[in-house]
């Protein structure tokens, strides 16, 4: 696998080579993601649909829309994954010329065919209109449970240890009450939306120090062992593996 990220745009593209692994449900917080399969074959799960995609299709993913990804045979794929703050600086056109840069810089570019281009442009054109509706999940749902002070803390302080009764409390909602909203809004428990987005800020912080132990401490891992453990599950590689795959543009 091999990731590089265009800080200044905020859009990481991510190869995986004839790959076998598959991905849990997870889902991707305040990014949106371009599926294109190369090779081989993957079944993707969705709220709505499961579907199989094979060499030279083509997929999009919403922010918090959780998927999980099943390897039917080892596959290539190019995951696009875009900021949702880009689309509201640039148009989907400038968007699309520095995914070109990308895909050309990583030697991916010529693989994929005149007519994924087109579907690509597609999309980001899709995204950009999601954005001025100010793109919500379930904008009519009666279990609205991301009150901001509980949005910040599990997506920008992941490393926090709540329980499950404070954040109930943070969300003026019983225990139950809120397992049952969380789940139904996020499509995750509470548990493994707090751990994927532990191991996120992790692949964050991975970029700025060599210290394994450091990452893990400041992403609220009991120790180094567990953060191995969690990271590999949830990205594919060790932490090791996964730092030599990355690269910032």
Do not use: W
């Amino acid at each position: 696998m091999k990731y590089i990220y265009d800080k200044e745009n905020k859009i990481e593209i991510v190869f995986s080579n004839l790959s076998k692994k598959s991905y849990a449900l997870h889902n991707h917080v305040s990014v949106y993601t371009i599926g294109i399969i190369l090779q081989g074959a993957i079944l993707l799960t969705m709220p709505d649909e499961k579907k199989q995609y094979a060499k030279d299709e083509i997929f999009a993913i919403p922010p918090y829309v959780p998927h999980g990804i099943l390897t039917v045979e080892p596959y290539s794929m190019i995951s696009i994954c875009i900021d949702k703050t880009i689309l509201q600086k640039l148009e989907a056109s400038k968007v699309y010329v520095e995914i070109v840069k990308l895909l050309k810089h990583i030697g991916q570019y010529q693989k994929i065919s005149a007519e994924m281009r087109q579907k690509i442009k597609r999309y980001l054109e899709l995204f950009s209109r999601m954005q001025m509706k100010q793109y919500q999940q379930h904008p009519q749902s009666d279990c609205v449970i991301f009150k901001e002070a509980l949005k910040q803390e599990l997506e920008v302080f992941p490393e926090n240890k709540l329980n499950i009764e404070e954040m109930a409390r943070m969300t003026s909602t019983s225990k139950y009450h809120f397992i049952r909203c969380f789940k139904k809004e996020i499509g995750l428990t509470p548990h493994q939306f707090q751990m994927q987005n532990r191991v996120r800020k992790a692949q964050k912080l991975l970029s700025q120090t060599d210290s394994m132990t450091k990452v893990a401490m400041d992403t609220g891992f009991c120790d180094q062992s567990h953060f191995i453990k969690q990271f590999e599950k949830i990205v594919g590689l060790t932490p090791s593996d996964y730092k030599r795959a990355f690269s910032i543009l």
